[in-house]
């Protein structure tokens, strides 16, 4: 399987290649040429796999390049119990009104961001050295919260690399925020920087693509990569939980092989739903895709008008991670509508840098509106997802879920058979989570993750559990523009 950047149809490089470098130098991202299509022996077969299996068999239909052996190694260290909470890894449960929970958030961050980071670690390993490469590699993250902490886990004292985690200094929550400040390794810098995620990406983005700083880091043997999710890497392993839901509810005869179901996704850099676009492409059963958003909406009025417009307020809510207004990942699902139109993407992208605004054409839109519907929830709304889900169903969810929950409910795919994607554990936001359960408003994070574990008779995750007391070893906030200075900075180049 060949690559293509969203920017450069005409370019051709491998997964390796496209792994390693995260980004293409012509500032596009990485995109296989084309989508493998499965038949429904195929899809089906996967019934009897292990989540492992499942992984080995989607990721050796795009990593061409790497042989079986160096897949299974890597989709085996990734996804251990000794990582997960489940045997299953990414566990799907049905809760009422035909909807299905697929549990994502069971790795060691207690989020979904460790479906991918934990093995895109041993991803770009194998493609450094397939490029025949010695240089260190440079991890530069920007993160809304959750994908920082995910990325150091995967990344901590990972050999010849190092890794840097910017986040927006007000936007995360207090759990996001001690989780990064208390990371351990040796390799491992974490700042936090003023403004919102926006900010944080485009300084980093910046960064990426400065030509003086790219040629000092080379000097120095050394070059950038990204485990953001433009990461060709951070998307492919998205793709196998759709599958592997799928199949699980074959196997648990909730369906018949090929009845379509609806997929949910919390969105916010538009990864998740992506991944869950390519799975439809390459023929899992899948009638719609509903993008779910909170208060920062633009999303819903991209997918409902075919205008993107980011001239807009910014909000800062209780699902932090989907506070997003520039959405990175949709420049591959346009370069997709736009049959792989390379300077129909460029123009709308320079658009969207120029203007902050740009607009796709009716006939798009209508390929859009094919599989895609839209929905937002306000603050309130997903308040009461939280609570009427806990109620009615017996079942706890976070602020982000919720917003799919509350998107789903009032959308016209309520009562059809629904994957509802669960993107972080309730701990992980308890202030927000027990604030809508009981109206207590005035605890601290701390003291509502205790008093969420004993109100709802579950156990804090093991990595949320004693926070407080390791040591915080980052806290400092940098200026936007002092990034790259600092960069240079901890790498000891002049
Ligand atoms: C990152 C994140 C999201 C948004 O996922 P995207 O792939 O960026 O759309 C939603 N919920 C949680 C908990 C997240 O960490």
Redesign the pocket.
């Known amino acids: 399987m060949e690559y293509t950047s969203t920017r450069n149809n005409k370019l051709r490089v491998s997964s390796a290649y496209a792994i390693s470098n995260g980004i293409s130098s012509d500032g596009g991202l990485f995109v296989p040429t084309k989508v493998v299509h499965l038949s429904d022996e195929q899809i089906k077969s996967m019934a009897d796999m292990s989540y492992q299996e499942r992984a080995v068999f989607i990721l050796s239909l795009y990593l061409t390049d790497f042989t079986k052996d160096e897949i299974e190694y890597a989709v085996n260290n990734a996804y251990s119990t000794e990582k997960f909470i489940s045997d299953k890894i990414a566990p799907i449960k049905k809760i009422s009104n035909e909807r299905y929970i697929l549990e994502l958030f069971g790795g060691p961050t207690c989020?979904?961001?460790d479906m991918a980071l934990q093995l895109l670690p041993y991803l770009m390993s194998l493609s450094i050295k397939k490029e025949s490469s010695s240089k260190e590699t440079i991890i530069l993250t920007a993160t809304?919260?959750?994908?920082g902490k995910a990325a150091l886990e995967g990344f901590k004292d990972v050999e010849n690399t190092k890794i840097f985690v910017f986040y927006p200094g007000s936007g995360v929550s207090v759990m996001q925020k001690l989780q990064m400040e208390t990371q351990e390794g040796e390799n491992v810098y974490v700042y936090g920087i003023e403004g919102n995620f926006d900010d944080a990406q485009t300084a980093v983005k910046t960064v990426f693509t400065d030509e003086k700083t790219k040629k000092a880091l080379e000097e120095n043997n050394k070059s950038f990569s990204s485990a953001n999710?433009i990461n060709w890497g951070r998307l492919l392993p998205q793709i196998v939980y759709y599958f592997s839901a799928y199949v699980e509810m074959f196997k648990n005869n909730e369906i018949e092989f090929g009845e379509k179901v609806n997929v949910a996704v919390?969105?916010?850099?538009?990864?998740?739903?992506l991944a869950a676009y390519y799975a439809y492409k390459m023929g899992l059963p899948i009638k719609r895709l509903l993008c779910a958003s909170n208060k920062n909406n633009i999303l819903t009025d991209f997918i409902k008008t075919g205008v993107y417009d980011k001239n807009r307020p910014f909000y800062t809510t209780a699902s932090p991670?989907?506070d997003i207004l520039i959405s990175s990942n949709l420049e591959r699902l346009l370069f997709e509508l736009y049959d792989h139109d390379d300077e129909k993407v460029k123009n709308l992208m320079t658009e969207l840098k120029n203007n902050g605004k740009y607009k796709i054409e009716y006939e798009i839109l209508e390929k859009l509106d094919e599989v895609f519907s839209a929905e937002f929830a306000s603050e309130e709304e997903m308040n009461q997802a939280i609570s009427e889900t806990y109620k009615n169903d017996g079942y706890l969810i976070d602020t982000?879920t919720a917003v799919a929950v509350n998107c789903l409910s009032k959308s016209n795919l309520f009562g059809e058979k629904t994957i509802i994607a669960s993107?972080?554990s309730a701990f992980k936001f308890p202030k927000s989570v027990l604030s809508a359960l009981s109206q207590d408003n005035d605890l601290s994070d701390l003291e509502a993750l205790k008093k969420l574990s004993k109100f709802s008779n579950l156990e804090i995750p093991k990595p949320l559990q004693n926070l407080d007391k390791k040591e915080v070893r980052f806290d400092k906030v940098l200026k936007n523009a002092s990034i790259k200075d600092k960069i240079l900075e901890d790498l000891n180049i002049k």
């Not at 809304?144 to 994908?147: E, I, L, P, V, Y």
């Not at 919390?266 to 739903?273: K, L, R, S, Y």
């Open positions: 989020a979904f961001k809304s919260g959750d994908t999710s919390p969105t916010g850099n538009f990864g998740n739903i991670s989907m982000h993107t972080a």
